[in-house]
């Protein structure tokens, strides 16, 4: 038998020689799912030894990753914001890029709204929704998706990272009118799909083949979303309320004329790691 360190080192081995490029965390991820640990608890227990049906199981889900799955299904499980999420494949895989509308509501938040409603359209996993509860612990959130398997997934990491007491989940289609009686909120937060629907043939296979392509088509020109929501869902927006998009690199201009035309009084944007300008930022009020 082999100990888990082993099995760690040679399956992180295995990924580093085939070109993956987080291979010591993606080895571990798959190590821990195979031995039903959590990670911090297989690092702890590296020394010990395994069984062979954990090591099939490693073997198991080595192959998948190399035939191009996402870790993150296969372990069914990520981080972001330094929060523990449950991911499935009824889920985009949250990402970085994502970080950068958390830091924004953040920052649009504190000072001026600490005890914010907000709403979270097309919520998919919830990231947004935990990510930003969990930073602004006043906050309370509605989280609306069209899907229900995602709603499913949104609640499981609500309930993850102890958040049930403030944020609700619901089931809406962001493309037409809100249901009746949702009341106003000061905020909306919105991770759209925008995509090009031609375009997603052009995306990794890692994505294409196995992210909901649901989630990522946007339309023709990928503007659809922020189109029909900017249309139907502004009427909910208190007299001095924000709306938060993440956008598609080269989409930001568009968004924030979009606004502007609907008559939000200011659009801002906020770029991410990269420069890409990744949030758009519209103020329904001129002094908001």
């Known amino acids: 038998m082999k100990t888990y360190n082993e099995i760690y080192l040679q399956t992180r081995s295995i990924l580093r020689q085939r070109g993956v490029e987080g291979y010591s965390l993606e080895a571990k991820l798959i190590v821990s799912k195979a031995a039903g640990k959590t990670v911090s608890a297989l690092m702890r227990d590296l020394n010990l030894y395994t069984s062979p049906e954990i090591e099939e199981r490693v073997e198991d889900y080595t192959a998948r990753r190399l035939r191009g799955e996402p870790v993150a299904y ?14 499935t494949p009824d889920v985009l895989i949250p990402r970085i890029d994502s970080e950068v509308l958390v830091d924004a509501a953040k920052e649009v938040l504190t000072g001026h709204k600490m005890d914010a409603r907000i709403l979270d359209l097309c919520c998919g996993s919830g990231c947004l929704t935990c990510a930003i509860a ?39 289609d962001a493309l037409s009118a809100p249901p009746m009686g949702l009341g106003a909120f000061d905020m909306i937060v919105c991770n759209p799909p925008y995509i090009p629907t031609f375009d997603i043939l052009t995306l990794d296979s890692s994505v294409k083949d196995y992210e909901p392509l649901w989630a990522l088509d946007g339309g023709e020109d990928g503007l659809k979303f922020y189109k029909a929501i900017i249309r139907n869902w502004k009427v909910l927006l208190t ?29 801002k944007t906020r770029r991410d790691t990269i420069g890409v300008e990744r949030v758009v930022i519209g103020r329904m009020a001129a002094n908001g």
């Open 134 to 172: 969990h930073e602004m612990p006043a906050t309370k959130f509605l989280s609306v998706d069209i899907s229900t398997s995602a709603l499913e997934v949104c609640r499981k990491n609500i309930a993850l990272n102890r958040l049930n007491t403030r944020a609700i989940c619901m089931q809406a």
């Open 239 to 267: 007299q001095d309320g924000i709306i938060l998009f993440e956008v598609g690199e080269g989409q930001a201009d568009e968004v924030k004329e979009m606004l502007l035309s609907a008559g939000f009084a200011s659009a």
């Open 74 to 87: 296969i372990s069914g499980s990520w981080e972001f914001y330094g929060l523990p999420m449950i991911v």
